[in-house]
């Protein structure tokens, strides 16, 4: 079975500072990678998503990520983050050899960014 | 796409009520799950269709709970005798199955309150 690990609870950062949210799973075969925000009083959106090929991916709104296979690893950045970025964020693995296409879902990152 | 829909948004009810949810997916997608988050967690994987097969069940959903998906259309979820550790948002994804990079889009979710 998967697991994933968000070690950001709550990040507080000034508009223009840079973000790194961190994403670290367990599972031992090939996995699809998968970040999705949540907007205050939105639903979930797919932020960007890996399934193979280059491992820096660019999402929408200036994010990306950059897929480390051997730290385990899918870290999200963007450069200079802006108020409108306040939301939550929540990483997500599922296993591509099995086939299962569940969602394993990290505890999420609260962002809050000041103006 | 009209995105995924789920009815009702908000649910209260007294414990030992039973409760139904439902979710429209996108036109065409034709892979439904249904998953459960609590305050301050990601949300955690319940069930999936594929059409109108049933083809999985987390340990977590207990005897109480249903889910049916007659046509391989719309969705219900259904959860018995009500306990106060149910409230939580139940949230509804759908996707297209047939290839490896298959990706879930979510709806706005129920909230119920178990009184």
């Known amino acids: 079975a998967q697991s994933v690990s968000q070690h950001n609870h709550h990040v507080i950062l000034s508009e223009a500072a840079s973000l790194e949210l961190g994403c670290n799973y367990s599972y031992g075969g090939t996995v699809n990678l998968f970040w999705y925000v949540q907007y205050p009083g939105q639903h979930l959106q797919l932020l960007l998503k890996y399934f193979s090929g280059d491992p820096l991916v660019k999402g929408i709104k200036g994010f990306e990520a950059e897929f480390i296979k051997s730290k385990f690893s899918f870290n999200l950045r963007k450069p200079s983050v802006q108020w409108s970025d306040t939301a939550e964020y929540f990483c997500a693995v599922n296993a591509k050899d099995t086939g299962r296409r569940a969602l394993t879902f990290g505890s999420g990152t609260r962002l809050q960014v000041q103006p | 796409d009209t995105g995924v ?63 049916e998906r007659p046509k391989g259309s719309f969705s219900t979820l259904e959860i018995q005798r009500t306990e106060q550790g149910d409230s939580a948002m139940y949230l509804c994804a759908s996707s297209v199955t047939g290839t490896s990079r298959e990706t879930q889009y979510f709806g706005p979710g129920t909230r119920l309150l178990v009184l």
């Open chain 2, 5 to 67: 829909s789920q009815n009702p948004r908000h649910k209260i009810t007294k414990r030992g009520q039973n409760v139904t949810f439902r979710c429209d997916p996108i036109s065409e997608h034709n892979r439904l799950y249904w998953y459960r988050q609590t305050l301050g967690q990601g949300p955690e994987f319940l069930t999936y269709f594929q059409n109108e097969a049933q083809l999985e069940k987390s340990r977590l959903l207990s005897d109480r709970f249903s889910a």
